[in-house]
């Protein structure tokens, strides 16, 4: 039997549904230490009594979801491996502020190369204020490497 | 140098090179503050037990290196996007380059994009990326 993934019948069943949403508060003193880190050297970013505090553009991509796939998600077999991440700014996040992370499956597709095919899942998590406004958004990238057929 | 505005910018541009801090000490402090602390990051024995040629700088420390580089270029930069392909893995206490060079711009939006890679001593491409950012007019 072929482990072949459907990825057209896993777009039509999944994509652009919201499948997990936490809460995060982003507590100041960690958000400058993930700056200075990083070497940002802007007091916007390394300060946190800076009156512009904000965390730095690529902080999103530090949050998790709660869950990687949406309950019922089939089983992938094959070599799964982290491809990249991706990070839009809307507006700054401020830390202290409660914010709501929404996730869904934002794009499922293949490319296919010598060793065979591989199948990428993009997840989209998107970072909302208490007023519902959009933040940023960071998507994860995995990618999984069919097994040939036998 | 510096620049304050996209006037100061030319297509082909290149951004001074930055090279992060990746020592093991670093790395730590920077999982810590993430959330993201696991031996695989902070620990080159258990790392190497793992598979891994030694403990690696998470991937979003990478992509963190790049928005930095970009700031230490453009201090008013507001960025707008970082999109970041994770090719090979980056090595603590192994030296890096961030490198950038500006691919396209608009004078009107003030809107630049720019190629970006983290390359080893070896000149080997370990991450790369794109990134837009809004410069003041």
Known sequence: MSDAIDVEALRAAYLNQVFDEVEVTLDAEETAAYAVSCGEVAACFTDPSDPDFQAPPTLPARLHPSRRRPKGFPKVVGLGMDAGKAVHCHRPIRPGIKLTAKTHMHDIYTKTGRSGRMVFFINRMEIFDPDGQLLASADTSSVVRERPEQ | ?137
């Not at chain 2, 801090?21 to 790392?47: I, K, Q």
């Not at chain 2, 700031?71 to 893995?89: C, G, N, Q």
């Not at chain 2, 990326?129 to 007019?137: C, D, F, I, K, Q």
Request: glycine content about 8%; proline content about 7%; overall charge negative.
């Open chain 2, 1 to 137: 140098m510096s620049v304050n505005g996209i006037t100061d910018v030319e297509f082909g541009d290149t951004l001074p090179v930055f090279d992060p801090d990746t020592s093991l000490a670093n790395v730590a402090r920077f999982v810590e503050a993430a959330h993201w602390n696991a031996p695989r990051f902070t620990d080159h024995e258990a790392a190497r037990a793992e598979g891994l040629p030694g403990a690696l700088v998470p991937g979003i420390m990478s992509q963190g290196f790049l928005a930095a580089m970009i700031h230490r270029w453009a201090p008013k930069a507001e960025i707008l996007y970082v999109d970041t392909v994770f090719r090979a893995p980056v090595v603590v206490d192994q030296p890096c380059h961030i490198n950038g060079v500006v691919t396209d711009l608009d004078e009107a939006t003030g809107e630049v994009e720019i190629d970006l890679t983290v390359t080893n001593e070896a000149g080997e491409t370990r991450v790369f990326g794109t990134a837009r950012a809004r410069l003041p007019n």
